[in-house]
């Protein structure tokens, strides 16, 4: 036994170092596939008139846990080039793991590399865990960062995963080097600073009407540009105003009409052909024009609202024009719409014609989550013989596709009985 027992630390300590060491190898190894497979595109030319939309940011901008379509740089695209006349470019620079100071790096390597007319930043939680040195906005504009780039690195992982397990502290780093140090007390005595004196009350603003709101067929209502700027004024009636970017509560008081809290000023209307002029008390007067060109975000946005009435008047005059258009999302998004609203609205006739045509734009796309949309829309109006229809033309289209088992599991056991629905969804 005495012999042997000198063994035992010698046994400990070296399968301890292998499987430090193996760990430490498992950890390279997956930090150079993350690298690996992280990495982004390098950004493309945009041709003339184009915009570029930077994205930087960490696994938020990249998309962690959603498709290529599903992050927000890639819908931001779409709302852009919808909303504006100019066609936008956005390029995704999010990197999973990325703390604020690799952010800096790369927003210089890409300012460098492109001249974009917008950047979007969106990082700061990674710096709980990995505690980024400073940098200078001064320093890094001479491009003299010393951060490292984001890709893969050498380091020594184990003692850095050790150290996010323990909060983010440093290991090595002694009680006196975390805490702070207090000044030294002496025995002079201190003055008291006065007690500030307390703040005279603010007067309440005096109680003004909050007015009503307006109604669907007031003459207010619709979409007009300021003639000052050509800014969007779009008045809903729902009851809000919104003001290029900027939305407000909008009311009736008497013949007035007020934008904003009860606080606001209201103001005078006189309303003529296509022309409105409102005259605030003690302000230039606002003169407004009539917008008569429906645009595909005035559709969104009245589909967000539940406004379903706009609804169907923006869709009927922008229908012509989306069948000569081969984006079949923006034509999906216009038939969805439209079959909700006509659904909402009581027009079960309408909402069957759009169902059809949206089923019809499932079919010309190659992407099932056309027709899991359709199959889910035809239910919500109460057709579930459609909506299995659907779901089964879709699976025999795309049959490897999950979701679209699901939705015809889902609406299998409307048209068959519960034998032949076991032995259908058996056959998927």
């Known amino acids: 036994m005495s012999a042997r027992a000198p063994r035992l630390p010698l046994r400990f300590a070296v399968v301890t170092i292998v499987s430090l ?14 690298a690996w497979s992280n990495e982004a595109p390098a950004i493309g030319s945009t041709a003339a008139g184009d915009r570029l939309v930077l994205c ?22 779409d709302l852009l080039t919808d909303a504006t006349d100019a066609h936008w470019v956005v390029a995704n620079r999010g990197k999973p793991g990325r703390n604020s100071a690799q952010a800096v790096r790369v927003i210089d390597d890409a300012l460098r590399a492109s001249q974009p007319a917008v950047v979007c930043l969106m990082v700061g939680v990674n710096d709980q865990w990995s505690r980024p040195e400073r940098v ?4 890094a504009a001479e491009g003299a960062v010393s951060t490292p780039p984001d890709g893969f690195r050498w380091e020594f992982r184990t003692l850095r995963m050790l150290q996010i397990m323990f909060g983010g502290q440093d290991l090595f780093a002694s009680e006196l080097e ?3 140090t207090p000044e030294a007390k002496t025995d002079e005595p201190v003055a008291e600073e006065p007690a500030p004196e307390p703040a005279a009350p603010v007067p309440s603003p005096p109680a003004s009407d909050p007015g009503v709101m307006p109604t669907p067929d007031d003459p207010m209502v619709g979409r007009w540009r300021l003639a000052a700027n050509r800014e969007i004024a779009w008045f809903k009636p729902n009851g809000t105003v919104q ?16 934008m904003g809290d009860v606080t606001a000023p209201t103001c005078a209307v006189e309303i ?3 022309r409105v002029v409102l005259r605030p008390d003690g302000a230039p007067p606002i003169e407004l024009v009539a917008d008569r060109e429906p645009r595909p975000w005035m559709f969104h946005h009245a589909v967000r609202d539940k406004s379903w009435r706009e609804v169907l ?12 258009v081969e984006d079949l999302g923006w034509q999906y998004s216009l038939h969805r719409g439209m079959v909700l609203a006509a659904f909402e609205l009581g027009d079960r006739d309408r909402a069957t014609a759009q169902l059809d045509e949206l089923a019809a734009v ?7 989550k056309y027709v899991v949309g359709t199959a889910y829309v035809a239910n919500r109006i109460g057709d579930e013989q459609r909506a299995f229809e659907i779901a089964r033309d879709g699976v025999t289209r795309f049959p490897s596709d999950l979701a679209l088992w699901n939705c015809y599991a889902a609406f299998v056991g409307v048209a068959l009985d519960r034998e032949a629905a076991a032995a259908e969804l058996r056959r998927g």
């Open 21 to 34: 060491l193996l760990l430490e190898l498992t950890l390279q190894v997956l930090a150079l596939f993350v």
């Open 56 to 77: 930087v940011g960490d696994s938020f901008t990249w998309g962690q846990g959603a498709s290529a379509e599903g992050s927000y740089p890639s819908q931001l695209a």
């Open 136 to 139: 200078e906005l001064a320093v």
């Open 178 to 180: 975390a805490v702070p």
């Open 243 to 258: 003001l290029g970017k900027t939305v407000l509560p909008w009311r009736r008081v008497d013949d007035r009409v007020r």
């Open 272 to 274: 003529g052909d296509a």
């Open 313 to 324: 008047e923006l869709g009927s005059a922008l229908e012509g024009a989306a069948s000569d």
């Open 362 to 368: 499932a079919e010309r796309s190659d992407a099932p």
